[in-house]
């Protein structure tokens, strides 16, 4: 959110020319104002603002745009923040909420050192930036949650992909057929994309076996039986995996052997 704020912030101080603008994020406990646009001279920065205290907290809490011809003198808010906005020299303000999903997340503030009767070009301004702000936040939130499914599908598809490869060479090693067994394993093969160039590591047929598996999440003595060898073979193979892919544990050595397209 926060280059997003930045960049509605800087807009907002060409357009109108105010002497600053902020925002405020909105917590659980308040609105804490922690971006600004223009010079900050007083204890503004940090602040939070209950709810429905200050200009801030009204906006945030009731969802709509405010705006204040003299802060200090306006009986529209609490003065709950007077010494901070006083230290300020802030006196007309406008503040619109960013609203996303219902919800107030932020709040756009533009404020001069002067009082303003007129206050209309302001309130337009920061509420049509709010709005604009809005979208870019949804957007945003919308992309993160295709992203984060697709995030999850891949995984998914992976790992099924990964126990289709482990199965087909696990039913190869069953096979008698020496045909049918190349035509497993060529059918395997399809389902990784081998690295090219040097610097690949060689794994003997029964260790390409025990890795297939080891990327299903399989233990050693899950691997054991369903290769049907015994348990210290397996941690024998695995040992000789683990080296061959200068990995540490189980977890680096499948990353490692997919980035070399040895397992899918």
């Known amino acids: 959110m926060a280059p997003a704020v930045a960049a509605a912030l800087a807009r907002l101080r060409a357009r109108t020319g105010v002497s600053l603008a902020f ?7 308040g609105v804490l104002l922690n971006a600004f646009d223009g010079p900050v001279v007083g204890p503004l920065r940090g602040v939070l603002l209950g709810a429905g ?13 405010l705006s204040i011809q003299d802060y200090v ?17 802030l006196r007309a303000m406008a503040a619109a909420p960013v609203i996303v999903a ?7 503030y533009v404020a001069l050192r002067t009082s303003q009767r007129e206050m209309g070009r ?16 949804a957007v945003t939130d919308v992309l993160r ?13 992976r790992s099924r992909v990964a126990e289709a490869y482990a199965d087909l060479r696990a039913l190869a090693d ?26 690949v590591p060689h794994l003997t047929a029964r260790e390409a ?3 297939a598996l080891l990327s299903t999440g399989l233990s050693n003595q899950g691997i054991a039986e369903r290769l049907g060898i015994g348990l210290y073979t397996v941690k024998g193979h695995v040992k000789n995996i683990l080296a061959k892919l200068g990995a540490e544990g189980r977890m680096e050595a499948v990353a490692r052997a997919r980035r070399f397209g040895l397992t899918p």
């Open 23 to 29: 925002a405020g994020r909105v917590t659980e406990s």
């Open 174 to 199: 069953e096979v008698g057929d020496p045909g049918l067994r190349s035509r497993l394993l060529d059918t395997a093969g399809l389902l990784v994309d081998p690295s090219p160039g040097a610097g």
């Open 53 to 65: 205290h200050g200009v801030g907290g009204r906006v945030a809490y009731q969802q709509r745009a």
């Open 73 to 89: 003198g306006s009986p529209a808010i609490t003065h709950r923040y007077d010494q901070v906005i006083r230290a300020e020299s």
């Open 122 to 137: 302001l309130l337009d301004a920061v509420s049509h930036e709010a709005r604009a702000l809005e979208q870019d936040l």
């Open 209 to 211: 076996d025990v890795l």
């Open 102 to 108: 219902r919800r107030s997340v932020a709040v756009l």
């Open 145 to 157: 949650r295709l992203r984060e499914q697709h995030t999850a599908e891949d995984g998914v598809r």
